[in-house]
């Protein structure tokens, strides 16, 4: 609201590429176990928890891919959730991606010049295009919209994120016998316009050891309701 008072107003079309914990999976087919829960949130948000809690075998049988082929078990498909409640918020009122989202709208961006790349945490980025045509899809996205919005886009990712949009980066350029897009050097230049990496493992992550080694939660401090009080008491 602030930016808005201040004249910002919505320009480059922007997309937001999330982190492992915000990449929500939902149930499109499984075991009879799981029958009931028909995109049902296996990652991400309460009912995850439930799952876990609840139903462990199904859920880790569902979660696991095939330890030669690295594909969904026979039978049971899990995918990322689309749109942006993919990765607005995670357990109960902790929010991710939720305030990244509310802010770019505050200054009027919506639907038609933001999106939100969610992808399956769980496959290797190669894997990710095969099944998925991840990077495909992503790469047809941002030159829509710079063809909307007549300007190149800003991506912004986090966390895990930063290391698919390096792979995006370098995978559009790669030549298609390496298994690349194949696309001109100037592909990068002409429709992205500014990449925004925010906690990225760039070079390590070591702000996890403080909860490994001591139990440090100041990560979780905006959790509030039953699930803040459950972490506090830890």
């Known amino acids: 609201e602030q930016a808005a008072a201040q004249g910002y107003a919505a320009h480059h079309p922007v997309v ?4 492992l914990m915000s990449s929500g999976l939902e149930l ?15 990652w991400g948000t309460t009912s995850m928890v439930e799952h876990i809690t609840l139903r462990t075998a199904c859920w880790l049988e569902h979660m696991e891919h095939d330890a030669l082929t690295g594909k969904d078990p026979a039978g049971v498909r899990v995918r990322a959730v689309e749109g942006f409640s993919a990765s607005d918020y995670i357990i109960g009122e902790y ?35 095969a099944r998925d045509r991840y990077f ?25 994120g930063t290391t698919v949009v390096n ?31 925010v906690g990225g493992p760039q070079i390590g992550a070591v702000s996890s050891l403080g909860g490994f080694l001591m139990g440090e939660k100041r990560e979780f401090a905006m959790l509030k309701g039953q699930v803040g009080m459950m972490l506090n008491s830890v």
Do not use: K
């Open 136 to 160: 495909s899809l992503l790469r047809t996205r941002i030159e829509t919209m710079r063809a909307l919005r007549g300007v190149p886009a800003v991506v912004v990712c986090h966390s895990m």
């Open 16 to 19: 937001v590429v999330h982190g």
């Open 95 to 129: 929010w991710l991606m939720a305030q990244v989202i509310r802010n770019l709208a505050d200054i009027g961006y919506s639907t038609s010049d933001m999106h939100l790349a969610a992808y399956d945490w769980r496959l290797a980025p190669a894997a990710l295009e």
């Open 28 to 42: 499109w087919a499984g075991r009879e176990c799981a029958a009931p829960f028909f995109r049902s949130r296996l």
């Open 167 to 197: 792979y995006f980066l370098n995978w559009i350029r790669a030549p298609v016998h390496e298994g690349g897009a194949g696309m001109p050097e100037r592909w990068v230049a002409d429709n992205v316009a500014a990449v925004l990496y």
